[in-house]
């Protein structure tokens, strides 16, 4: 009964957004929807968001010393976000697929595990 309130309630609030607005969906959506609200498409990327996105997937995998993702210090949200969009330029058969995978193939193939 709460799972159909809270569908209810986030179909309700799919259409309170003013014209204009950039619609970002967060859960597990398509790749597709990642590339186009974040990539070369998007006249005005909102680019923290995209970034802050990209980075919540990878973010507690590499927090975790998961060895799934490995990627060097240093390396910020916008890199995880540009070799994301990267990735599914250079594969848009993976742009099907949900987008919080594309994220970690992406990086897994940048920064594989030794």
Known sequence: MGLRLALALAMACAGALPSGAVEFTYTADSGKAFYKS??????????ATCSAYAQSV???LVASNSRTVCPPSGVSAQ????????????????????????????????????
């Open 79 to 114: 890199d995880i976000s540009a070799i994301t969009l990267s990735y599914m330029r250079a594969h848009p058969e993976k742009l099907r697929q949900p987008q919080n995978r594309v994220i970690l193939e992406a990086m897994a193939r940048a920064y594989p595990c030794g």
């Open 38 to 47: 974040c990539g070369p498409a998007n006249p005005h990327p909102d680019t």
């Open 58 to 60: 990878i973010g507690p």
